[in-house]
């Protein structure tokens, strides 16, 4: 069955950076793409950007634009978010979705979310 | 990029129905039928319920219906269950490879 599984909970300091990464199982993982989405506590959804994991192209939500890297290792069936230059906002469940390339495709399969929290 | 806008709050009784609603604009809902809806239980990650606007996948109740009139899109409940208690959210696709999402709504089955 598919699978996202996402690494563990992460406390950091504002200024540094974090990578949560996100393991898939179960499916092709080249034949599809990786979003990543983040929830602050008590807050809506948020789309920050996706890498296409068949040819690896990225594109970033503007909000993001300058301090998100997505990669991906197709060797690893793994994808990665990297978010810099921290602050306390961004504190959060950050999740990683699935979807089929296309704008017409749901986010079907989610990871079980990583908790960043920012705090000095 | 702004979030589409949805009620924050939305009930009903057992057995009733509830529409919530998810407004958009004409570069976003009112351009593309890729309106999707998602169910969050709290601590939970979101389920897919609805796509294309008005699909169901396998395993989602046919309580659950999606339609789009203009820029604004809606997601209607009928014969409310008390399953059915938890955060809704809508996206759409918004061009340019851009994905939107909606402020959510709690559902409250009274």
């Known amino acids: 069955q598919v699978q996202l599984v996402q690494s563990g909970a992460e406390v950091k300091k504002p200024g540094a950076s974090v990578r949560v990464s996100c393991k898939a199982s179960?499916?092709?993982?080249?034949?599809?793409?990786i979003h990543w989405v983040r929830q602050a506590p008590g807050q809506r959804l948020e789309w920050m950007g996706f890498i296409n994991a068949g040819n690896l192209k990225t594109k970033y939500s503007e909000k993001f634009q300058d301090r998100v890297t997505i990669t991906g290792d197709t060797s690893a069936s793994t994808a990665s978010m990297e978010l810099s230059s921290l602050r306390s906002e961004d504190t959060a469940v950050y999740y990683c979705?699935?979807?089929?390339?296309?704008?017409?495709?749901?986010?079907?399969?989610w990871g079980q979310g990583t908790l960043v929290t920012v705090s000095s | 990029q702004s979030a589409l806008t949805q009620p924050p709050s939305a009930s009903g009784s057992p057995g009733q129905s509830v529409t919530i609603s998810c407004a958009g604009t004409?570069?976003?809902?009112?351009?593309?039928?890729?309106v999707s809806w998602y169910q969050q239980y709290p601590g939970k990650a979101p389920k897919f319920i609805i796509y294309?606007?008005?699909k169901r996948p396998s395993g989602v109740p046919d309580r659950f219906s999606g339609s789009k009139s203009g820029n604004t899109a809606s997601l209607t409940v009928s014969g409310l269950q008390a399953e059915d208690e938890a955060d809704y959210y809508c996206s759409s696709y918004a061009g340019s490879d851009i994905w939107v999402f909606g402020g959510g709504t709690k559902l409250t089955v009274l």
């Open positions: 979705a699935r979807k089929q390339s296309g704008e017409k495709y749901p986010f079907d399969y």
């Open positions: 004409s570069s976003d809902v009112g351009d593309y039928n890729s």
């Open positions: 294309e606007v008005n």
């Open positions: 179960g499916y092709t993982f080249s034949n599809y793409v």
